[in-house]
């Protein structure tokens, strides 16, 4: 039986633990404070010459680094994570299945759809200028359940932002 070991350097540096630029699209979403770089798992990967042929064991995988980074280069992996929000983010970055054309058909549904009852409403977010127009003021179109508008914390949320993000959740 062959074991690796790693040698610890004396130089450590805070570039060490950023994320690079072309990692932004899959690790940047959500970012972990425990999390280490995408970078050092594809240094481990090679420096100790891992394969498609094995399987990597992530005992503690949080939001899925070293998930993503093994499934980006053909290896088998297994995550584990006790942290429910943790554990649904590396679920979210290793599932691969959606399909970005019919995504964006959605999303832009979606869009078109909450721009016009929006605008009917008296919200015009589609002003050339760039302002949201508020034609209706005192309009509400959705509210909150008395219970979950508790768990607000005061003043996080100005009221027209909440009404949109209500608005686009129930569509």
């Not at 979210?92 to 999303?107: C, F, G, Q, R, S």
């Not at 005192?138 to 768990?151: C, G």
Request: hydrophobic residues 40%; proline residues 7%.
């Amino acid at each position: 039986m062959v074991i690796n070991t790693i040698k610890r350097t004396s130089a450590i540096s805070p570039q060490n633990n950023k994320i690079k630029e072309e990692d932004y699209p899959i690790h940047n979403w959500y970012r972990f404070i425990l999390a280490f770089p995408p970078h050092l798992v594809r240094k481990y990967i090679t420096k100790f010459d891992i394969n498609p042929n094995m399987t990597i064991l992530d005992p503690f995988c949080g939001t899925g680094t070293v998930l993503v980074e093994s499934k980006k280069n053909g290896i088998n992996s297994i995550g584990i994570e006790a942290n429910p929000i943790a554990a649904y983010a590396s679920m979210i970055k290793t599932n691969w299945t959606v399909d970005p054309e019919k995504l964006l058909i959605h999303a832009n549904e979606i869009a078109e759809k909450s721009l016009s009852t929006l605008k009917a409403q008296g919200i015009d977010d589609d002003n050339p200028d760039g302002e949201v127009r508020i034609i209706f003021p005192d309009i509400i179109i959705n509210k909150l359940p008395e219970e979950k508008e508790k768990m607000l914390l005061r003043n996080s949320i100005s009221s027209l932002p909440l009404q949109k993000l209500l608005f686009l959740l129930k569509i």
